[in-house]
């Protein structure tokens, strides 16, 4: 199913590499026309990354899943016929989506005040390593730097882990700085159409990683002595607890409520009714009191059955629980497949299954529409702007557009 939430949107896309891009490929699974500028020679970099080329169908995996529903339009914004093109388009949309920094932005003239003396109501979007404003606004960022490091992520996973080193990027703050965005600029084209007013939007990924550990940055600015880290599990609460199946896999248990029907419950479904009136665990101040021997007691039970087994012995339980998955599990999960979180695009080198954005219009999420070949749609695109073929010749021939 192909969504159309935004149909009759259109979004100039002059960007690269994965946040940013990210933002305008969400607006295109929803159904916006994104029309993505890459230079002549100079594609997107996310083009050729993992092992990905020009070849038909062959863009890397990454630009497939972030660039995903748009139409690529080759043009060089260095010339001055280049510019034009790039204006007529700007006349016909509502959006224009960037990740250049401000000296670039100048230089080649489609900073602010240049789009907006084309287009007064157009809804401008910057993407940014740390935000528009303070003395690193124009360092460039990555969301490896300025997401995971600078925003504080690697920091809470060493401390949560207990480990002395930061551990690799885990997830893909690109993403979810992208999504973060995307949901920005409908905000702003909502605003846009109650009061005739086109906000200027900014998203960074520093900033996106305040709001995605918000709770630990909060706690510091409270005082708290370990901000937002959970406690050592031999001291944490047993039923808000990580344990290690036979299999040398594991399950967490995330029972927030602890409510004493759903303790009851539990110890059923273990197999161990005795523990629901154990003196030590009856409630869960009890339980919390008692934690270190409740997690040793749980050590061994858990230690008994393999991970699937425990998916089948758990699946009624009334509490909160969770296996510990690969992403390949994550991949084929039943959850995954039913709700469409993954979703198969066809290409000329073959079958790929892409994530949907995480969000289902009417129970569905849509499917992926694929990412275009390099400059495939030029013709199209400048026909549409009234270029005949003898002007797109010519522009072609000097070097103005692919």
Not at 179 to 205: E, F, N, Q, W, Y
């Amino acid at each position: 199913m192909t969504l159309r939430l935004l149909e009759g949107v259109r979004v100039i896309d002059v960007t690269m590499w994965a946040f940013v891009p990210a933002a305008g490929g969400v607006l295109a699974h929803w159904g916006a026309d994104v029309i993505k500028i890459e230079g002549p020679g100079r594609p997107d970099p996310m083009r050729l990354f993992h092992g990905g080329s020009l070849e038909k169908g062959d863009a890397g995996w990454m630009f497939k899943h972030y660039s995903r529903g748009k139409r690529s339009l080759g043009l060089n914004l260095a010339t001055e016929q280049g510019r034009e093109v790039l204006y007529k388009l700007v006349e016909t949309a509502d959006v224009f989506l960037t990740s250049y920094l401000t000296d670039t932005r100048k230089k080649l003239k489609f900073d602010v005040d240049d789009i907006r003396a084309v287009n007064p109501n157009i809804v401008y979007v910057r993407g940014s390593g740390q935000g528009p404003r303070g003395p690193q606004s124009e360092r460039g960022g990555y969301d490896q730097a300025a997401w995971w490091c600078r925003g504080s992520l690697a920091h809470q996973a060493m401390t949560m882990a207990g480990v002395d080193w930061p551990p690799g990027m885990i997830g893909h703050g690109d993403g979810m700085a992208g999504m973060t965005l995307a949901g920005g600029i409908c905000a702003a084209l909502l605003h846009r159409a109650m009061t005739g007013k086109a906000p200027l939007v900014d998203g960074s990924l520093m900033g996106t990683a305040a709001w995605f550990n918000g709770p630990a940055i909060i706690s510091t600015g409270l005082g708290a002595p370990f901000p937002g880290s959970i406690p050592p599990r031999e001291t944490h609460h047993p039923t808000m607890n990580m344990y290690r199946t036979k299999d040398n896999r594991f399950i967490n248990l995330c029972m927030l409520g602890d409510f004493d029907e759903e303790w009851v419950d539990f110890c059923e479904h273990l197999g161990r009714p005795d523990l629901a009136t154990d003196p030590r665990f009856k409630t869960s101040s009890d339980r919390q009191k008692h934690a270190a021997e409740g997690v040793r007691i749980f050590d061994e039970i858990f230690a008994q059955r393999t991970l699937e087994e425990w998916k089948e012995a758990l699946v009624t339980t009334k509490g909160v629980w969770a296996p510990v998955q690969t992403p390949g599990e994550m991949f084929d999960d039943p959850q995954t497949i039913a709700n469409g979180f993954l979703r198969e695009v066809q290409y000329a080198t073959g079958p790929v299954r892409l994530p949907a954005p995480p969000i289902l219009f009417d129970e569905e999420a849509g499917d992926p529409p694929p990412a275009p070949d390099y400059a495939e749609h030029t013709n199209e695109i400048l026909a549409e702007l009234g270029y005949d073929a003898s002007a797109i010749d010519d522009l072609r021939a000097g070097n103005v557009i692919v």
